[in-house]
């Protein structure tokens, strides 16, 4: 029986089923996205495929309400965030039909010689495998895709088992706007038949976005096969408050930084690193703040945040917290969990000796320290396995660089949040993965960087 299918965790309720792939459909895919690159990559312009890149941003755009509500009863997503979301999927889109051209151009080189010429150019590997998790169901695959086939790859994707609806309605979308037969392809596959893809010598590389476990996972039979891998996993991101001219505003940007998805997201706000002479005051305002943000239904225009994307997603979170509190944090919260619905919570005195203290919690549930100086902020905010994201706020310009710069991190955000855009490579270091998605160096990972060299 497929794995695949549509839990409303609003409900519980099983909505639809959707059937998984044989074995010998497997190499059906595999051959047919392999056939498709040949003519995609060779006989297609980049005006040709931007032309129609560009016109899967512009269906988005036209199906923004079915698309939301699909992913409202995926996995809890509130209708605000969800049409965001869609919308911003259809910025990437058109950003890599705009702007792929000049990213993929040819590269002169000034040789040492001076005799004959030299340039690199950029050409396709061929057919890629896109494995993309449940959190942000269009956008994820909007920044993998995009550039991926602009630059005349062909895709095989295969999505979170909980998103097999908004699967489907993005390989509708690329369909219907004229791509050809195999250039993308949706598959409902289980772990093993991803790892029969990954091995065949067709498959040129493949890039996951999705937990510690699956990234190590995939980047195993990856190696083992000699492909190229891109992975974006957890984050334990930083927010670090040195200093604030407005604490107002900046509690404000806290809170959108943790409950942005319900807390769901790899690059969202986790742990909030602060200064002690502001320790009391940001610590009172943001638990006060935090607190009086509540989960509620999701199809309801305005609701703080929707339930977690799933009831084991859900008992997992409690469960992390119940442990934090036996080994002597202190919680605040408002009530307990219903189902799915998870109430928002500030946890404090969370020390290194709790199991707790170096993982990752995907949910309305904050951590908060205080640190004695520039460089004990910055040993917290380091002291994590993961390096993805971080949060700055300060009123001084060198200092902001100069902490900006001892972060271990992909990524720096300073004095704001939810900044993210197509033109702004995304990735981590450590064991938030490795790779980058979007901007310029989103479009240059699945390449072959071609040398040309004429005497």
Not at 148 to 170: F, V
Not at 211 to 236: I, M, N, P, Q, T
Request: glycine share 10%.
């Amino acid at each position: 029986m497929s794995h695949h299918a549509v839990v409303n965790p609003a409900t519980g309720e099983t909505i639809k089923t959707y059937p998984q792939i044989s074995d010998d459909e497997v190499e059906q895919v595999i051959a047919s996205a392999d056939e498709a690159h040949v003519g995609w990559s060779r006989k297609s312009s980049t005006d040709e495929r931007a032309a129609l890149l560009r016109r899967v941003g512009d269906l988005h755009e036209e199906r923004r309400g079915q698309l939301a509500a699909i992913i409202v009863r995926e996995m809890g997503k509130p209708v605000d965030e969800a049409l965001g979301e869609i919308d911003y999927a259809a910025d990437i889109y058109r950003y890599y039909a705009d702007n792929a051209q000049e990213f993929l151009k040819d590269e002169p080189i000034t040789l040492l010689s001076g005799e004959g010429s030299a340039f690199m150019r950029s050409k396709s590997l061929g057919v890629l495998i896109g494995i993309m998790p449940w959190n942000f169901p269009y956008y994820q695959v909007a920044r993998f895709a995009a550039p991926n086939l602009m630059t005349g790859n062909t895709i095989i994707h295969k999505h979170a088992s909980q998103c097999p609806e908004s699967a489907a309605a993005i390989e509708q979308i690329f369909h219907d706007a004229g791509f050809p037969a195999g250039a993308y392809i949706n598959v409902y596959a289980d772990s093993e038949q991803v790892a029969t893809m990954i091995a065949d010598p067709r498959v040129q590389g493949v890039s996951l976005t999705g937990s510690e476990g699956a990234g190590a996972a995939v980047a195993e039979v990856a190696g083992r096969h000699l492909k190229k891998v891109v992975l974006e996993l957890g984050g334990s991101d930083p927010f670090i408050l040195l200093s604030t001219d407005d604490m107002a505003a900046t509690v404000d940007a806290a809170v959108e930084g943790r409950l942005r998805n319900g807390g769901q997201a790899c690059d969202a706000a986790k742990r909030f690193i602060v200064i002690d002479e502001l320790y009391d005051e940001f610590t009172e305002k943001f638990t006060a703040a935090i607190l009086a943000m509540s989960p509620g239904d999701p199809t309801v225009h305005g609701a703080d945040y929707g339930p977690l994307s799933s009831l084991g997603a859900a008992e997992h979170l409690e469960e992390q917290v119940e442990r934090a509190v036996a080994q002597g944090a202190t919680l605040a919260t408002t009530g307990k969990r219903s189902g799915a619905f998870y109430p928002s919570a500030v946890l404090t005195d969370v020390t290194r000796d709790n199991d707790t203290y170096h993982e990752e919690f995907f949910g309305p549930v904050a951590f908060v320290y205080r640190a004695g100086s520039e460089d004990d902020a910055i040993t917290l905010a380091n002291d994590t396995p993961f390096g993805l994201g971080s949060y700055l706020f300060t009123t001084d310009p060198e200092q902001a660089l100069r902490v900006a710069d001892r972060i271990e991190a992909g990524m720096v955000y300073v004095n704001l949040v939810g900044a993210g855009s197509a033109e702004l490579p995304f990735g981590g270091v450590k064991r938030s993965g490795m790779g980058r998605e979007l901007g310029r160096y989103g479009a240059s990972e699945f390449v072959n960087k071609k040398l040309i060299r004429i005497g």
